[in-house]
């Protein structure tokens, strides 16, 4: 019956809280997948899945989750921290077109949402909603004025100039990249210019300031995988192995078949 239904659908997805942290993701997936079925825009095998689909970099299907959350509730910060991420790496991946290869996003039946109590988005008040104050993307939930507001402004100004990094560094200019990513740091603090910027100096040889800026980026986002294993890449230079091989642990325990990783740890283990 439907309470059997339910129960099945919580199982479902405790397992897959399991497959995901022994980095069996397609497991995971597949466990979401019929816990929804189940009992449908259930907010944690969505958000397990979505975890899943960014681990194995199905960025599409990732942002289409992360999404479905937040139309269920807008305020779980991470669905909205998932939904900058995937933003980013789509970017990157497709282009400025990113959004017209996306599979379509499920529209969540009003029954099933849940609403914070306070200000509606776009109503009186509504600059000082939780959604606003803890999601650094507009998104549909996010009032109107707010895509114009200086910060609105800033923050894209930010992007252009990580984005005129990224082709910097793709030209092998590292050091022309590193201006680019500073002065975009400085209109917004974001993971990914941060690791992009310790990318360049390790190829710069300046492991002191990777490390700083690893150590940033992991302020952000403590399981940063790029950021700890750039980290425990400078801290192997500086001759810090002890620190380098906690990075790559740290790492391995969010994705343990990370072949790198696994090589990073063989070369420190030998040393």
């Avoid at 139309?71 to 790496?89: E, S």
């Amino acid at each position: 019956g439907e309470a059997a239904a339910e129960e099945r659908s919580v199982l479902l997805a405790n397992r897959a809280a399991c497959y995901l942290k022994d980095g069996a993701c397609s497991l995971c997936v597949a466990d979401c997948s019929t816990a929804l079925q189940l009992v449908p825009f259930g907010v944690k095998p969505l958000l397990r899945r979505a975890a899943a689909y960014e681990a194995l970099e199905r960025y599409r299907l990732a942002y289409v989750d992360y999404k479905t959350v937040l139309q269920v509730d807008c305020t779980i910060q991470a669905a909205h921290d998932g939904v900058n991420r995937m933003t980013k790496a789509l970017l990157e991946k497709d282009g400025v077109n990113w959004r017209q290869k996306l599979p379509p996003i499920p529209t969540v039946p009003v029954s099933a949402q849940t609403r914070w109590s306070g200000p509606s988005a776009g109503g009186p008040g509504a600059n000082t909603s939780p959604v606003t104050a803890q999601s650094g993307e507009p998104g549909k939930s996010m009032p109107l004025s707010w895509a114009q507001s200086p910060h609105a402004a800033g923050t894209e100004r930010a992007r252009t100039l990580k984005e005129e990094g990224n082709e910097l560094v793709k030209k092998g200019n590292h050091k022309k990249a590193v201006e680019k990513y500073s002065e975009s740091l400085k209109l917004n603090q974001e993971c990914a210019t941060y690791t992009n910027r310790a990318l360049c100096y390790l190829t710069l040889k300046q492991y002191k300031e990777a490390v700083q800026d690893c150590t940033e980026a992991l302020r952000l986002d403590p399981k940063n995988v790029k950021a700890l294993y750039r980290r425990a890449q400078a801290l192997k230079e500086l001759k810090d192995y002890k620190s380098s091989i906690a990075d790559i642990k740290s790492l391995l325990k969010t994705e343990p078949k990370n072949t790198a990783a696994l090589r990073l740890l063989q070369e420190l283990n030998r040393t």
